[in-house]
């Protein structure tokens, strides 16, 4: 019931010292941290792994998609870095070769449905028939079924996406924008409260928090609005 468990932070800064000063400012507020390609690729890795030794939680968001046995290697050393969460986009194959690579290791795989960032035009335009609902939902059953431990959607599909993977799996949600917060780029958007009850598990959280003149100040607030979901009064 901890929103701390909850709320991943995502380090989406170009630099290492730019992330060691906003997890110091943030300190015990945040436990979970989200590290994707524009820091991995400045010393992210090695950071990763060191904040995991700290003793925060790492969601590590490469989006993996290769052939089967690239994703498999990948996977078998990402499991040894201490991760707790991993994204590879929900190709069966790959999540079936994922998932077998990390088994036994408590590395969390979560499946890439779609983006948030798509709409039903971005979809046209790279060669897909579905719309983006139909696409997340096709992909929810397929990482279930290929064992995987968790999805990433868009909040907006959340209820939905918990009806096909039942109720162990993860659901992990960007694009959220706490009330009153500009949308950036995302098209699919959600307010914390509303994620949590419509079945999200985990929300990432960046610019928000990240851009804000006091990242503690709107961190706590977003809290804020995730305890309201979550506290069995409010259920």
Not at 14 to 20: F, M, N
Not at 78 to 104: D, F, N, Q, W
Not at 123 to 137: E, F, M, N
Request: aromatic letters at 4%.
């Amino acid at each position: 019931m901890d929103a701390r468990e909850r709320l991943i932070v995502g380090l989406d800064v170009p630099t290492i010292g730019e992330a060691e000063k906003l997890v110091s400012t943030l300190g015990d507020d945040i436990l979970f941290y989200k590290i994707g390609y524009q820091l991995a690729f400045a010393g992210g890795l090695e950071f990763a792994r060191d904040l995991a030794a700290s003793g925060k939680k790492i969601f590590l968001d490469m989006k993996l998609l290769d052939i089967d046995n690239t994703v498999a290697s990948g996977v078998e050393n990402i499991a040894k870095m201490g991760m707790s969460m991993l994204t590879l986009h929900a190709y069966p194959k790959a999540m079936r070769a994922a998932v077998e690579a990390a088994a036994g290791s408590g590395l969390c795989l979560l499946g890439v449905t779609v983006l948030t960032s798509m709409d039903a035009e971005d979809l046209a335009d790279a060669g897909y028939s579905q719309d983006p609902h139909s696409l997340v939902l096709r992909r929810a059953g397929q990482a279930r079924a290929a064992g995987m431990g968790g999805i990433v959607c868009s909040a907006a599909e959340a209820a939905e996406v918990r009806e096909i993977v039942g109720p162990d799996m993860a659901i992990v949600t960007p694009g959220i924008r706490p009330t009153g917060s500009d949308h950036g780029d995302q098209k699919r958007v959600m307010t914390p409260f509303d994620a949590l009850k419509a079945g999200a598990t985990h929300l990432v959280v960046a610019r928000p928090i990240v851009k804000a003149p006091d990242p503690r100040h709107a961190a706590r607030a977003v809290l804020n609005e995730m305890v309201g979901a979550l506290w069995p009064a409010n259920r």
